[in-house]
């Protein structure tokens, strides 16, 4: 029977809350690289890595949260890591050392862990597969709403506070968020699995030795870690360096780039729905976006400059399609196995980003900094087109791998 738009409304705000808090944690250095740079005195590599450190405690508790989502449901397993993030997000307002920063910036990537990965698996257990793409997308908008929030009305808040207050008011949003998850979100039936933790592990194993997974996974890791390092860091800097702004022309620029992310979950989440009923498969629809993808990182790594703001829109637009392999591995393993699927994917996609978000920083920092503080535009040059060539590699073993493919694409 069709469900009630109210019980809709239950299952996706309270998701979309803790997402959007998820993306606004990710994006924000972007904007507030240069307090962070001036009130701690760190260099490109530890501004990567300080940054990074999101990505790499994201990625150490996605193995662990398959098998928690599956085993304890996701509105219990999100509500309780969120308060995790608060803490993390407090940390990081108190901290005065970069080592302390670090420690807060990783628990908050703890803490958020579950804001995508619950929200799938929950999708997956109240709606049909044939669904999965657009309720996936609109999920990815609350995400992009959370980038928008991270770009021009943060500049506007430092008017009011420094970075350390913009913390403290997210930490207290992120608290408001764990309260919702837990009181409005609906237990679905089913929602918690009967298996041993012998049993689940052994999902996993079966997750990872399956043909299928292998073929769409190298190129959606290396797409997704170049759209995360880029946006939640080095695109604020390379405005600035490259393209020469000024800080509220990059702060508006990736305000416009968030828009351009929302305008793409949607698209590309509606027209995976569209043309499935046409014969043509989800992850053709994903191929084609990452290679669209690629060609403008392409032209970005050529310095473009000309052509900047189109550029970065159709970066943000472009670079959504890399959602859409979940949507396909929730189709092709079965539910009990959804978030196991999604989280192993998704622990390679964030390794992935850490590696990319660091390199890219030790990579500038080979080039000396000019006299106002900005990079050298060579060592973007250079960062940028390292990751490009990763992914070209792996779009390369996804079109050769034939094998499996008659199975996921058109």
Known sequence: MPMPPVLHLRIFLPFALGYFLSYLYRTVNAVLAPDLVRDVGIDPASLGLLTSAYFLAFAAAQLPLGVLLDRYGPRRVEAALLLFAAAGAVMFAWADSLAGLMAGRALIGLGVSA????????FTLWFPPERLPLANGVQMISGGVGALAATTPVELALKLTDWRGVFLLVAGLTVLAAALVYLVVPEKDGSRSEETLQE???GIRTVFTSPVFWHIVPWAVAAQAAYLSI???WSGPWLRDVAGYPRMDVANTLMGVSLAMIAGYFAFGAMAERLAKRGIRPMTVAAWGMSGFLAVQLLLSLHWTALTVPLWLLFGFSGTACILPYAVLSQLFPKQLAGRANTGLNVLVFVAAFAAQWAIGAIIGLWPQAADGGYHTSGYR????????LQLVTALWYRLSRSVRTRVCA
């Open 115 to 122: 804001c995508l990965m619950a929200a799938f698996k929950a």
């Open 200 to 202: 689940q592990f052994a």
């Open 231 to 233: 946006l939640g860091l």
């Open 382 to 389: 250079a960062g940028f087109g390292l990751i490009f060539g």
